[in-house]
């Protein structure tokens, strides 16, 4: 795919924002913002070295991680609202952005991994291609919830290397009741495929993800089916070397409160269920994290 089509399409973006599901249209660059709340300058919560993903993420010396400001859902349960809904963090300009990229890079970084990054890739973009040019060499990393525009993962071929997204819904009530997101399962779903078809599953080299696509999936209390059946699409639907990261980390934070069925962490005999059925489906590439430590040992 040719660069120049792709900063086009990105900067584009500015003056008609589609980048997402929502589609909104807003001219972010007049001062227009839609759902996510996203203005025409990139916002930052942090950039640090992060050794809490995924072994082949973090490494030894851990993930060069930027936090993005804002979020294209609503979920109700989110442990990181006052960055995602409430907006915390700092516009910053596209040189600083490109600054922190390879800053993380000296500092040992084994890739630049950006969360939730999806309503600033105009930004961010931008910087991945500056950065490239003066020495940037590890792989770019999209962290994303899967709430996803199959076209927008489609324009960042050959500029992200490895896709770490969740799988958070199946088909039902669930995705509008907890993330005001009636149509994640069939946005998610097609994207993943795009980025399967971009990258395929995951490649390592000396224990290091150089490319390719980790599922993640976070257990929800009382939301077993929702785990069976996604597990059963990737069981079905996609290659049996794609890893899966089973999740157990949830508690109730932000508005858990207001929903009882989710207002507490899973049980023990969820996370049995949960393993029962990764083994049913012969699911055993990935990890599984161990609720009592929040390690991520091989499954």
């Given amino acids: 795919m040719d660069l120049h089509e792709q ?10 924002c589609m980048l997402c599901p929502r589609e909104c249209g807003v001219n972010r660059l007049e001062g227009e913002v839609g759902f996510c709340n996203a203005g025409g300058r990139a916002k930052v919560a942090s ?17 060069g ?14 442990q990181n609202y006052p960055i995602s809904q409430m907006g915390y963090g700092n516009e910053i300009d596209v040189s600083d952005l490109t600054e922190m990229m390879l800053d993380l890079q000296k500092r040992g970084a084994h890739n630049i991994n950006l969360v939730t990054a999806t309503h600033f890739l105009p930004r961010a973009i931008e910087a991945i291609v ?28 050959g500029l992200v290397q490895i896709y770490m997204v969740d799988m958070r819904y199946s088909p039902g009530e669930s995705s509008t009741r907890y ?26 080299r000396g ?7 980790i599922i993640r999936h976070l257990l929800l209390p009382t939301l ?30 932000h508005r ?35 609720p009592q430590t929040d390690a991520n040992p091989v499954a």
């Fill in 130 to 157: 500056r950065a490239r040019a003066v020495g940037l060499k590890i792989p770019i990393v999209s962290n994303t919830s899967g709430y996803e525009r199959a076209e927008t993962v489609r324009m960042l071929e």
């Fill in 47 to 63: 950039h640090c070295l992060h050794r809490g993903e995924e072994p082949p993420i973090s490494g030894s010396r851990g993930s």
């Fill in 207 to 213: 224990g290091l993800a150089v490319g390719g696509v």
């Fill in 179 to 204: 993330s005001q997101t009636p149509d994640y399962p069939a946005y998610n779903r097609t994207a993943i495929r795009e980025m399967l078809k971009q990258v395929g599953p995951l490649q390592c």
């Fill in 65 to 78: 991680t930027i936090f993005f400001s804002n979020c294209s859902m609503r979920c109700v349960y989110c």
């Fill in 7 to 16: 900063l086009d399409y990105f900067e584009a973006q500015l003056e008609h």
């Fill in 224 to 253: 077993m089916e929702e785990t069976r059946e996604i597990l059963g699409f990737v069981s079905a639907e996609l290659p049996a070397s794609v890893p899966v990261s089973l999740m157990t980390q949830y508690f109730p934070a």
């Fill in 256 to 290: 858990a409160v207001e929903y009882p069925e989710i207002n507490r962490k899973i049980t023990s005999a969820e996370y049995e269920d949960a393993l029962k059925v990764l083994d049913s489906l012969q699911i055993d590439d990935g990890w599984v994290q161990d």
